[in-house]
């Protein structure tokens, strides 16, 4: 019977009642209840009697007096009810809009708040980052120019106390300035005793003299008393026993009062370098105004730097070099505001000195433009108090400047920061209308609850012949596959039935021929075949199914598409008998990062596919880089008679019809390839516009596309010999008088590695509840390792009864086992074994994909059923197993 008739679809069965009517001719009819009573309004039923309803009409016609005060009352409460409520959602949208305007304009004031702290916490932090960029630069200066080790230059006093040439020190102050750091000056300042002094003077007015010679260059200067003004000015320096002079300073131009200015003259910089001597730290000066400053408002500062003490140096040792670095305050605002984000006003106080009354140290409004430009004006003095009565927002915050302490104000200016009640007045808007609406939509639409009520019960209807309509559609698919399944496996079943059946009969015989015995073997190689085929086919679907769930794993490697995949594939082709020619067309050394295996599988499948319908022409095997360059791809053509048009639409769905129908391998071997390609990284395609050009062969081209470009070889350009390849070299025609032997060809198509060395004693268990695979499972392990010692189990209870009075090299465990009392899978045998302690090496075995689940429970490999016979396949299997 076809397994379509074994399926039964649902139906429903409708009753109806039926009466018994006359019609004109007298014969009796049966007529269906809703038709009854038309035939009893026209007077055809004869059992039918009509009663006097008059009077009772005319009693009911109308209703009683208290029905109507009733019906007019339950009215009433429903039309109060209604009002109520809706005039309830009104007020409740009335109060949630108020609540709404409070609660948004308390939030946007927060978040503005939040919002000002949180720039001017960043600006600040600019500022902190821009000073440290100075001090940096401060150390590194006085690192690279001075060592008191330093051997480079003895020949001048200035070599001799550690400092280093001129020309270098102006090198490094170059290498600065190509990084865009702004400063107004930089020196080197040493102390220099009374001895030394005519020695340093001598050498500066000789480099002055001849690099400099417009500058006036008069000796060690410093700071004398103006009796005219009571103040300080710069003149000659007197014998003093030391000087801290500024002797090396960059740049020259605009600095020229400064050069070797005797710093220690001045009280104010006598202390900041008695603090960077006594301390090893960076000292700032309070703010001073440069000579060569020409805008108004604009302080700096000079920043002292002694170095490092390093730990060699003894305790008590004094730093006998400061560099000097003259940083002008709206060049670190400058710096500062270059990753500005939005406008606003920042101000710098000394609090050093005076908490209370800071001093000014300058102050700029940063504008952000909308292309992203940063602009600032620099601001008047104004002190601290003023600045903070007049903002609208203010944010105070103190950052550490060497020995300083600097307080930066940051204010909003007009138009920023502002609170935006736009959208709060529009939320609060429109959910009090969207109470009116609501309260509209309640009053007019209450009638239409049971509308709704039907709505509902019509998608639960909706739902369950959706949730009906899903149950079949699985069961069409579970059908679809059990006939396809029956389909496959039917042809070759029967044919190793007969030709078992044909084995039995002669092994009754009692003569033995030469042509018995032929027979015998083309009946066992149908049987293996057909087992093959039905194996392979089981395999192919369940490869199927992991690559489509995403669960194959895929190991990629550099793999020579031409001697690791084609050639395998088309030496197969040669072992399968094929009659065609095979052409091979590749350059060489072309190498692709794919799965080596897989990909090998996909071309396989292409290829015996073709050679099932190709009767005369070719089966080319075709690998390239398109010109221009882009993905690589591989060619799978043959001559065959082409693919249909109306079955191209579905070729890669899984369960096609018959093969034969198609004219063209797909069924589920095209599915799996376009699984594959796809895990792969690439895909896969028939390209219609394909032609052989031999009449009644249009033949049929696969592409498949690797996703990826080729991978450089250091052979790209030239093979093992030293010449470059030739297209004759890369294409190839493999006919029978040119194919490999059998022996390169099985080379070839297995890739077949070093011979496998085994233990020759182990002791072994194997537990699976099927006797017959048992008593198989014996035999090949005695063929290969005669000296193994193998012991059996029927189920997983008894496998752990063994083990816990014998000791195992390797347990195999078959997945599904039966027991009389309980049954424990293969899965739950193992993590019983590894919670018992059993160490031994524990391999899963099942038919189906379990290796996720057996490893997971603590085995150590997993082998997919049926295991090879194979000597030397079962052979590597048994030491990949020992090798996991």
């Not at 004398?224 to 960059?250: F, R």
Request: glycine content about 6%.
């Amino acid at each position: 019977m076809d397994s379509s008739t074994k399926m039964t679809s649902l139906s429903t069965v409708t009753t109806k009642t039926a009466i018994t009517t006359n019609n004109t001719n007298g014969n009796s009819t049966n007529i269906h209840d809703d038709s009854a009573f038309d035939a009893a309004e026209k007077g055809q039923v004869n059992t039918m009697i009509l009663p006097d309803t008059t009077t009772q009409q005319q009693q009911h016609s109308s209703p009683p007096a208290w029905a109507k005060n009733s019906s007019n009352t339950n009215q009433s409460i429903m039309a109060k009810r209604r009002t109520m409520f809706t005039a309830l959602i009104v007020l409740v949208g009335a109060i949630a809009s108020v609540a709404f305007y409070s609660m948004g304009i308390v939030s946007v004031k927060r978040e503005q708040e939040s919002l000002f702290e949180r720039r001017a916490t960043d600006i600040t932090k600019s500022i902190q980052n821009a000073w440290n960029q100075y001090e940096v630069f401060g150390l590194w200066i006085q690192e690279s120019c001075f060592s008191p080790l330093s051997e480079t230059n003895h020949d001048t006093i200035a070599g001799r106390m550690g400092l280093c040439s001129r020309e270098k020190f102006a090198l490094l102050i170059e290498s600065v300035n190509s990084r865009g750091l702004e400063f107004k000056a930089v020196g080197m300042i040493p102390n220099v005793t009374d001895d030394n002094r005519a020695g340093l003077e001598e050498e500066s007015r000789a480099y002055y003299a001849e690099h400099y010679p417009k500058v006036d260059y008069n000796g060690f200067v410093g700071f004398v008393p103006n009796e005219e003004t009571g103040g300080l000015k710069v003149a000659s320096m007197v014998q003093e026993p030391s000087y801290w002079p500024v002797h090396y300073m960059e740049p020259v131009a605009g600095n020229e009062a400064a050069l070797d200015l005797d710093l220690y003259s001045h009280p104010a910089r006598q202390q900041a370098i008695d603090r960077a001597v006594a301390t090893w730290k960076p000292i700032v000066t309070n703010r001073i105004r440069l000579a060569q400053e020409t805008e108004p408002n604009a302080y700096s500062v000079l920043s002292y730097n002694p170095g490092v003490k390093y730990a060699s140096m003894a305790e008590n040792a004094k730093p006998t070099v400061l560099s000097s670095i003259a940083v002008r305050v709206p060049d670190l605002l400058q710096e500062a505001a270059q990753d500005a984000s939005v406008s606003i006003s920042v101000t710098i106080y000394d609090s050093t000195d005076d908490s209370t009354n800071p001093t000014f140290m300058g102050g700029a409004d940063i504008y952000v433009h909308e292309n992203g430009t940063v602009a600032l004006d620099f601001v008047a003095d104004i002190d601290l108090v003023t600045l903070q009565e007049a903002a609208t927002r203010f944010e105070e915050l103190d950052i550490q400047v060497a020995d300083r302490t600097w307080v930066v104000a940051v204010t909003a200016q007009p138009g920023t920061f502002q609170d935006n009640l736009v959208f709060v007045i529009l939320g609060g808007t429109m959910i009090f209308i969207a109470s009116i609406l609501l309260a509209i939509w309640f009053y007019t639409n209450m009638g239409r609850m049971l509308q709704m009520q039907k709505m509902k019960a019509s998608m639960e209807s909706e739902k369950a012949r959706i949730i009906l309509e899903t149950a079949r559609q699985q069961a069409r698919a579970e059908r679809q596959l059990n006939e396809y399944i029956a389909h496959e496996v039917r042809n070759p079943l029967c044919s190793a039935i007969t030709a078992l059946s044909f084995v039995s009969a002669a092994t009754k015989e009692t003569e033995s021929t030469e042509d018995t015995r032929h027979r015998l073997r083309e009946d066992v190689a149908i049987v293996d075949a057909s087992l093959q085929f039905i194996n392979e086919l089981l395999r192919n679907m369940l490869d199927m199914h992991r690559a489509a769930d995403k669960q194959m794993k895929i190991t990629k490697a550099p793999t020579d598409l031409r001697q690791d995949v084609l050639q395998p594939v088309a030496a197969i082709l040669h072992l399968r008998g094929s009659k065609v020619k095979v052409q091979l067309e590749c350059p060489h050394n072309l190498v692709c990062n794919t799965d080596r295996m897989r990909l090998k599988q996909v071309v396989l499948n292409l290829s015996i596919n073709a050679t099932k319908f190709v009767t005369q022409g070719f089966i080319r095997l075709r690998a390239e880089v398109p010109e221009g360059g882009g993905n690589v791809r591989i060619y799978v053509e043959d001559s065959g008679p082409g693919i249909p048009q109306e079955k191209r639409g579905r070729l890669f769905q899984k369960f096609q019809e018959s093969l034969d129908l198609l004219n063209q391998g797909t069924g589920i071997g095209l599915c799996l390839c376009k699984h594959l390609s796809c895990l792969l990284g690439g895909d896969i395609w028939l390209d219609e516009s394909f032609d052989t050009g031999i009449e009644g062969c249009p033949g049929t081209r696969f592409i498949i596309d690797m996703g990826s470009g080729p991978m450089e070889t250091p052979d790209d350009a030239h093979d093992a010999t030293g010449e470059e390849s030739s297209p004759q070299q890369s294409s190839r025609h493999l006919t029978d008088e040119e194919a490999p032997s059998i022996t390169d060809a099985e080379n070839l198509a297995q890739e077949e590695p070093e011979p496998v060395q085994l233990p020759n004693e182990l002791r072994v268990l194997f537990v699976d509840d099927d006797l017959i695979i048992r008593r198989l499972f014996m035999r090949a392990i005695k063929r290969i390792a005669a000296g193994w010692h193998v012991e059996e189990a029927s189920n997983g209870e008894t496998a752990l009864h063994m083990c816990k009075s014998n000791e195992y090299d390797i347990i195999f465990i078959d997945q599904y086992m039966a027991s009389v009392e309980k049954q424990l899978l293969g899965t739950e045998t193992v993590r019983a074994l590894r919670a018992q302690g059993v160490e031994a090496r524990i391999c899963g075995l099942s038919a189906n994909d379990m290796e996720e689940g057996f490893l997971e429970n603590g085995a150590n490999s997993f082998l997919f059923k049926p295991f090879p016979c194979e000597k030397d396949a079962f052979s590597r299997e048994l030491a990949r197993i020992l090798r996991d």
